[in-house]
C-alpha cells in the first residue's frame, strides 16, 4: 500500500530548496556571499538571484571582487536551464569567484561532461538529498529525487594561491554524510 498526500505538491520542479543541513555545512567551509539561483522563499541567504526570467540568458555579471566572489548555487535541474547554469559557474570562476554547486549526478549528460569535469572538485553525497518543497496548504515536505546528488566546486582561487599546475580533471573530494535523520 502506498502513502497518498492529502495535498498536492505545488512546488515547481525547478524550485526545490536546498536542505538546511547540507547548505550549513558547505557555508561553514565556504562563507557563501550569494545564492544564485533562488526564490523569496527557498533563498538560503540574504543576497540571491531571483529574476528566473534573466536566469536563461544569464546576462547579469555574478563577481564583483571585493564584493561578491563566493556563490552557492542549487540551479534548477530542468533540460537547459542546469547546463546554461553550469557554464556560467565555470565561467565566473575563471573570473576568480568560488561556486559551489549542488546538481545531479548525471555523468551521462552533456552538461556534466563540458563544465563539471573542468571543476577542480567533486563531493559525492551518502543518499538521496532531501529537497525542501510546499503543499497546497503551505506545510513544508521534504523528498527525495529519483537520482543521486553531488556537490561540484569550481574554485578560482585555485591558480592564485596554488604554484602548482592546475588539474586537468576534477579531484573526488571527501563523502558527504546526511545527519542520521535526514537519511531516506
Not at 55 to 63: C, G, H, I, N, S
Not at 108 to 113: A, V
Not at 119 to 129: C, L, M, P, Y
Amino acid at each position: 500500500m502506498s502513502h497518498q498526500r492529502k495535498s498536492k505538491i505545488v512546488t515547481p520542479k525547478d524550485e526545490w530548496g536546498t536542505p538546511q543541513w547540507l547548505f550549513d555545512l558547505l557555508d561553514q567551509e565556504f562563507h557563501f556571499q550569494v545564492d544564485a539561483a533562488a526564490t523569496k522563499e527557498n533563498a538560503k541567504l540574504p543576497v540571491y538571484f531571483e529574476d528566473l526570467d534573466a536566469v536563461p540568458t544569464l546576462k547579469f555579471d555574478w563577481y564583483c571582487k571585493g564584493a561578491w566572489e563566493r556563490f552557492f548555487l542549487n540551479p534548477p535541474y530542468s533540460a537547459g536551464n542546469i547546463d546554461r547554469f553550469m557554464q556560467k559557474a565555470y565561467e565566473e570562476s575563471q573570473k576568480g569567484a568560488v561556486v559551489v554547486c549542488l546538481v545531479p549526478c548525471a555523468t551521462d549528460t552533456k552538461w556534466w561532461h563540458s563544465w563539471v569535469m573542468k571543476a577542480q572538485e567533486i563531493r559525492f553525497i551518502k543518499g538521496r538529498v532531501r529537497f525542501v518543497g510546499y503543499d497546497g496548504a503551505g506545510k513544508q515536505i521534504k523528498q527525495s529525487p529519483t537520482f543521486s546528488s553531488c556537490v561540484v566546486i569550481f574554485d578560482g582561487r585555485y591558480g592564485l594561491i596554488s604554484p602548482i599546475k592546475p588539474l586537468l580533471y576534477p579531484r573526488i573530494g571527501k563523502t558527504i554524510e546526511q545527519p542520521r535523520s535526514m537519511k531516506v
